[in-house]
């Protein structure tokens, strides 16, 4: 892992993404790309770096735009973003700005392609109730889609403060490349790893069954110092929520396969919705991506 994303709205959501990413980068040697994105409703993405301002004060992007509220706007982002580098607490940390013109999602899926990206750590807010949505938002679609893995979170968490991972999956068709990764994000907070399987009446499986599955799977792929579960619930989101709260869990591992192939592993919202209600950071998968 060489170079990590960090989107930045310049929420506290995202500045706990920099400081946890911060930690990690120090850790493996690392660098981090911090940007922020001036959304503009059209896909192609634009770089908006130093000279993006031409001598006569105008944004040479190419886009039509109102060019004077776009200058201001870019003027205080980058003030903003330096603001940010200025933190004594970075100064032994590799961090490249970067300003883009288009919508977040469009733009982290270039920078990912552009910056060859390991990982992605990335700020949400989250929802408390279950009736509520987040369908459509930015770490919804990066989650759903990014071709490298993403870590999401709400609070202020520190390299050492994940302890004990739990791994959420139905054990099935799960390749070699996505459990190294699994491994690796493991080896790389040092922590305990809990596999869990959410048996739901829809899916119902008998526990002795499931066990044998869950060792099997465990001896398979060389998973040494793990523990297995088996944890009853109505819904396989709300499962993992719930057994991420009652068993204090201080991570979720989980996969999805975009908004196609989901036959394979949890219905096409689980991840998404972990993602949206987990209080815990929660680091996801693309396996339709990774697998290419």
Not at 141 to 167: E, M, Q, W, Y
């Amino acid at each position: 892992m060489k170079k990590i994303i960090v989107p930045t709205d310049f929420s506290e959501q995202a500045r706990h993404a920099l400081d946890l990413a911060s930690e990690i980068a120090v850790k493996i040697e690392a660098k981090i790309v911090l940007m922020h994105v001036i959304e503009y409703a059209k896909k192609q993405t634009t770089f908006l770096g130093s000279s993006a301002l031409t001598t006569m004060g105008s944004l040479s992007t190419g886009v039509e735009m109102d060019d004077v509220y776009f200058i201001q706007l870019f003027k205080k982002r980058k003030s903003q973003l330096a603001e940010i580098l200025s933190d004594p607490v970075y100064a032994n940390v590799d961090i490249t700005d970067k300003i883009l013109l288009g919508t977040p999602y469009h733009a982290i899926e270039e920078e990912i392609t552009e910056s060859d990206a390991d990982f992605i750590i990335m700020g949400t807010t989250g929802v408390n109730d279950w009736e509520e949505s987040l369908i459509g938002s930015t770490a919804e679609k990066v989650v759903r889609h990014a071709s490298c893995p993403v870590l999401t979170l709400r609070k202020k968490v520190k390299l050492n403060d994940i302890g004990k991972i739990v791994f959420a999956s139905n054990f099935k068709e799960l390749k070699p490349s996505y459990v190294g990764l699994v491994k690796n994000i493991r080896k790389l907070f040092e922590s305990d790893l809990h596999l869990v399987y959410i048996n739901t009446p829809n899916h119902f499986r008998n526990e002795r069954e499931i066990i044998s599955h869950l060792n099997k799977f465990a001896d398979e792929n060389d998973l040494d110092n793990h523990n297995i579960h088996v944890y009853s619930h109505q819904h396989e989101e709300e499962g993992i929520v719930w057994f991420t709260e009652d068993f204090k869990m201080d991570m979720v591992m989980m996969a999805t396969y975009g908004r196609s192939g989901f036959s394979r592993l949890f219905e096409h919202s689980i991840a998404e919705d972990v993602v949206n209600f987990s209080k815990k950071p929660v680091v996801t998968f693309n396996l339709h991506q990774i697998s290419k």
